[in-house]
């Protein structure tokens, strides 16, 4: 992999973090798989990031898939790590602190999908194409489709869509939950994440980190676990100094200036 196959900035307390292999659809090999989790990294550990957002170059992909040249020759023992790498991603980006926004322009297919839906929001132009192709090359999902995809949409549609392997346009995907919103073309796209991103970067970072594993606990625990933990996070919340600077704001009408402390 050369170096900027995945590109990295920050600006306005936003990393974003782009695919850049538009020539190539934005393909997931190894490589790309391994650097998107180091910078996800990178931004979970930087104090100046507040939120991220997950691209692809161009206006035709977000990400099509694996590169399916690397599953030339493999068995269920050498591609294993290829299936973990591409978890552990996912379930990274899950648990990070910060919000992740994923800007979809173009195919998401498979593993691009896979990871799409591993972010706490997705975004798409009108162009986007999302599916989970894999029964059509003789296998299944293996980032997490077979058990996000019924999660966000329902286990009806989820089969449907893993054992056709049939893509749906943005609108579909928007009308079954899969995606927030949808925009006309990309530009609009990308000025909508940043727009978010930005808002977000600005909300209260403890409060936010609470929410988001408040809200991960629900497809983990049974509801009376998952109330428990969310009174707990709850509570730990008025021990911040941004939970007094909230209040206090509110009451003296002003705008809060959150720390994340």
Partial sequence: ???????????????????NRPMKYNALNSAVVKKIRELMKNAEEDDSVRAVILTGAG???????????EFKGKDSAS?????????????????MSKPVI??????????GSEIAMSCDIRYASANAKFGQPEINLGIIPGF?????????????????????????????????GLVNKVFDDCDSLYEAAKELAKKLAQKPGIALDAAKSSLNKAWTLPLGE????????FCKT????????????????????????
């Fill in 102 to 111: 994923a800007a979809v322009n173009g195919f998401a297919l498979g593993g």
């Fill in 79 to 95: 591609v294993r790590p290829l299936a973990e790498n591409g978890q552990d991603l996912c379930k990274y980006i899950e648990s």
């Fill in 59 to 69: 206006d035709k992909a977000f990400a099509a898939g694996a590169d399916i040249s």
């Fill in 226 to 233: 998952n109330l428990g933990f969310e009174v707990d996070v």
């Fill in 144 to 176: 997490g489709g077979t058990v996000r995809l019924p999660r966000l949409v329902g286990l009806g549609l989820a089969k449907e869509l893993v054992y056709t392997g049939d893509q749906i346009d943005a609108q579909e995907a928007y009308r079954i």
């Fill in 238 to 261: 008025f021990d911040t100094e941004d939970m007094e600077e909230g209040v206090n704001a509110f009451l003296e009408k002003r705008k809060p200036e959150f720390k994340h402390k």
């Fill in 1 to 19: 992999m050369t170096e900027d196959e995945v590109l990295y900035k920050v600006e306005a307390g936003v990393a974003t973090i782009t695919i």
